[in-house]
T-cell receptor, first 113, second 111 residues
Framework: EADIYQTPRYLVIGTGKKITLECSQT?????MYWYQQDPGMELHLIHY???????EKGDLSSESTVSRIRTEHFPLTLESARPSHTSQYLC????????????FGQGTRLTVV | SQQGEEDPQALSIQEGENATMNCSYK?????LQWYRQNSGRGLVHLIL?????REKHSGRLRVTLDTSKKSSSLLITASRAADTASYFC???????????FGQGTRLTINP
C-alpha cells in the first residue's frame, strides 16, 4: 500500500477563501506531482518538484502555488478560491530513477461555492 | 490533451472477453506506464514498459509499444467485473522528469 496521504478528502469552501491542500509521503521520494482532474477524466499536470526547494509549473496553467521545504511534504495553496477551481486534485510521488512508478494519494475533491 | 489521444474513450464488453485500449503520445520517451483508476479514487500503477522494449506481460495484462508510431496498447485478457475502471497511459515526456497522462479509457465489464 502506498504511503502517500492527502488531506482533506473533501472540502467545500466559499469564494475568496485561502486554502491549502496537504500532501505527504513517507517513502523518501524526490519527485512529487500535483494533478487536476475534472469529471471528464483527463489528468492535467499543474505542478511538480524534483526535490527540496525545486518546483516547476506543469502543462496546465494554474493559479495555485506549491512549496517543497521538506522531502515528504508538498502542499498546494490557492490564495483566493473561485468556483472555477472546483475539481479533484491528485498528488503523486515517485523515486529518483526515471523508470519507476508513481504512487498516488486518494485525492482531494474541492468545491468552491 | 497534454500527452496525446487514447482510444477508445469508452469501452463496454462482456465479462470474459478481452479488452484492448490504445494510447498515442507526442514526444520521444524513456518509458510508458499504464495506470488504473477506480471511480473517484487515486491511480494505481499497472505496468511500465521501457522505450527499448516492444512487449511486456503481467498476469492478464499485455502491453505493446511501437516507438516508431508513438503508440502503445494495453490488452486485458479474460476480463472480470472488477476490471471496471478508467485506464490511463503516462509517459515521462522525453525525459523531462514529469509524468504526463493521456485522456484515459473508461472500461465497463458487464456481468
Amino acid at each position: 500500500e502506498a504511503d502517500i496521504y492527502q488531506t482533506p478528502r473533501y472540502l467545500v469552501i466559499g469564494t475568496g477563501k485561502k486554502i491549502t491542500l496537504e500532501c505527504s509521503q513517507t517513502m523518501g521520494h524526490d519527485k512529487m506531482y500535483w494533478y487536476q482532474q475534472d469529471p471528464g477524466m483527463e489528468l492535467h499536470l499543474i505542478h511538480y518538484s524534483y526535490g527540496v526547494n525545486s518546483t516547476e509549473k506543469g502543462d496546465l496553467s494554474s493559479e495555485s502555488t506549491v512549496s517543497r521545504i521538506r522531502t515528504e511534504h508538498f502542499p498546494l495553496t490557492l490564495e483566493s478560491a473561485r468556483p472555477s477551481h472546483t475539481s479533484q486534485y491528485l498528488c503523486a510521488s515517485s523515486g529518483g530513477s526515471w523508470d519507476t512508478e508513481a504512487f498516488f494519494g486518494q485525492g482531494t475533491r474541492l468545491t468552491v461555492v | 490533451s497534454q500527452q496525446g489521444e487514447e482510444d477508445p474513450q469508452a469501452l463496454s464488453i462482456q465479462e470474459g472477453e478481452n479488452a484492448t485500449m490504445n494510447c498515442s503520445y507526442k514526444t520521444s520517451i524513456n518509458n510508458l506506464q499504464w495506470y488504473r483508476q477506480n471511480s473517484g479514487r487515486g491511480l494505481v500503477h499497472l505496468i511500465l514498459i521501457r522505450s527499448n522494449e516492444r512487449e511486456k506481460h503481467s498476469g492478464r495484462l499485455r502491453v505493446t509499444l511501437d516507438t516508431s508510431k508513438k503508440s502503445s496498447s494495453l490488452l486485458i485478457t479474460a476480463s472480470r467485473a472488477a476490471d471496471t475502471a478508467s485506464y490511463f497511459c503516462a509517459t515521462d515526456a522525453g525525459g523531462a522528469q514529469k509524468l504526463v497522462f493521456g485522456q484515459g479509457t473508461r472500461l465497463t465489464i458487464n456481468p
